[in-house]
Nanobody, 124 residues
């Protein structure tokens, strides 16, 4: 079992930055692909970014490429999402997730463990 807890969300103006953190416990995240997803009010959950456990493969949604960066510290069981140049459409609840597949996935149904989410609100 892997327990995931996100933090770092908040209210920020458009153009600003936030850094989300995801702390894993229960077992090491080494071997897991770690991903970030988000869900805006009234919309379906969507993929944001993912990084395989070796860091060799990284995925980004087109909407965040060049603005968001996913990173991980396997020794500390931490995953980060640095979000720059934030836009109002980035508003939503951001979830950290863990996928046992070695090559990772952008599909939420492939992920085995999820955090409770952290709210990000970007004002215009």
């Amino acid at each position: 079992q892997v327990q995931l807890v996100e933090s770092g969300g908040g209210l920020v103006q458009a153009g600003g930055s936030l850094k989300l953190s995801c702390a894993a416990s229960g077992r090491t995240i080494s071997g897991y692909t770690m991903g970030w997803f988000r869900q805006a009010p009234g919309k379906e959950r969507e993929f944001v970014a993912a990084k395989t456990w070796t860091g060799g493969i990284t995925y980004y949604a087109d909407s965040v490429k060049g603005r968001f960066t996913i990173s991980r510290d396997n020794a500390k069981n931490l995953v980060y999402l640095q979000m720059n140049s934030l836009k109002p459409e980035d508003t939503g609840v951001y979830y950290c997730a863990a996928d046992a597949h070695p090559y990772g996935s952008t599909r939420g149904e492939e992920y085995d463990y999820w955090g409770q989410g952290t709210q990000v609100t970007v004002s215009s």
